[in-house]
Every structure is written in structure tokens, then in C-alpha cells.
Nanobody, 121 residues
Framework: QVLLVESGGGLVQPGGSLRLSCAANGFIASLFGLYLMGWYRQAPGKQRELVATATAGGTTTYADSVKGRFTISRDNAKKTVYLQMNSLNPDDTAVYYC????????????WGQGTQVTISS
């Protein structure tokens, strides 16, 4: 059974940093590189939005709202993806979800349970 497990969320002050991790448990190591890994977030009363994605080859994309502040990375050997978040502001407050998608897999990919990130003074 495949399972994405996020960690690293918490409460930080504006201007602070957090590093989220997502462990892809149950994924076959040789197939992990086929997955496009992504981070999404959902703030209260808002739709879930894409934050960043990363291919196994290192190609990354970012939402305009996080460019220059967030960095997505992945360790394919460890089957883990990270999201380094700097210069956090209250608008970044949301539940952050990890996603793993590949053609031929579930339509929307696999999802983690989410980790809460709260930015407040």
C-alpha cells in the first residue's frame, strides 16, 4: 500500500522558515522516479492550490505567490520530497499536502494526509 506521509508543519512567526518533508512509503524505489511530486495547499474557505512540483530529473515549477521564497527538492534514493519555505507570511497559512502523480496511476495521484502550517505573531 502506497502512503505519503508529510511532516514538518507548525506555527512560526512572519518572516520565519519551515521545511516540510513527504515520505513516499510503499512506493517501489525503481518507480519513484516516474512520479511527478508536488506540494499543494488549502487555506480555510479556499480551494486547494498548487504550490510547487518537481520531476525526478530536477525540473521544478512554482506558483507565482511562492517564487523566490519556497524551494522544492527531492531525494529519489530516500523516496522523499521536501519543501523549504522561507520568508513566510500569514497568507501562507494553510494545510499543505504532498502529491505523487504518474501517467497510468490514479487520476489525481496519491495524496498525503496534510500538515498544518500557521504563520502568526
Amino acid at each position: 500500500q502506497v502512503l505519503l506521509v508529510e511532516s514538518g508543519g507548525g506555527l512560526v512567526q512572519p518572516g520565519g522558515s519551515l521545511r516540510l518533508s513527504c515520505a513516499a512509503n510503499g512506493f517501489i524505489a525503481s518507480l519513484f522516479g516516474l512520479y511527478l511530486m508536488g506540494w499543494y495547499r488549502q487555506a480555510p474557505g479556499k480551494q486547494r492550490e498548487l504550490v510547487a512540483t518537481a520531476t525526478a530529473g530536477g525540473t521544478t515549477t512554482y506558483a507565482d505567490s511562492v517564487k523566490g521564497r519556497f524551494t522544492i527538492s527531492r531525494d529519489n534514493a530516500k523516496k522523499t520530497v521536501y519543501l523549504q519555505m522561507n520568508s513566510l507570511n500569514p497568507d501562507d497559512t494553510a494545510v499543505y499536502y504532498c502529491n505523487a502523480y504518474r501517467a497510468g496511476g490514479p487520476r489525481s495521484g496519491y495524496w498525503g494526509q496534510g500538515t498544518q502550517v500557521t504563520i502568526s505573531s
